[in-house]
């Protein structure tokens, strides 16, 4: 089994700057893909970023050249690098991982969020 823990997430004012982190822990599998999304309280998830182990790497409109997602194989740990946070990137992040066991079987996994609030 493999779970995803979040963490980075606090309180910054308008225009400062968090890093994101999520591990994914456990034995047997290997990650195809890694990303992140969002959810403020009222509001639908909405998809921020994505990275495969390719290392392509695509964004939600709404962050493109303020956010950067990156990964360290080795640790089975993606992050997200957030910039000039504005008050509507307020939202509780989620990280996810595609994943394949050793039987071939793709999966996807769903961590625990951290809360950003960004103030004005």
């Known amino acids: 089994q493999v779970q995803l823990v979040a963490s980075g997430g606090g309180l910054v004012q308008a225009g400062g700057s968090l890093r994101l982190s999520c591990a994914a822990s456990g034995s047997g599998f290997s990650i195809n893909a890694m990303g992140w999304h969002r959810q403020a309280p009222g509001k639908q998830r909405e998809w921020v970023a994505g990275?495969?182990?390719?290392?392509?790497?695509m964004y939600a409109d709404s962050v493109k050249g303020r956010f950067t997602i990156s990964r360290d194989n080795a640790k089975n740990t993606v992050f997200l690098q957030m910039n000039s946070l504005k008050p509507e990137d307020t939202a509780v992040y989620s990280c996810n991982a595609l994943i394949g066991d050793s039987s071939g079987s793709i999966k996807s996994y769903w961590g625990q969020g951290t809360q950003v609030t960004v103030s004005s």
């Open positions: 990275i495969a182990i390719p290392g392509t790497t």
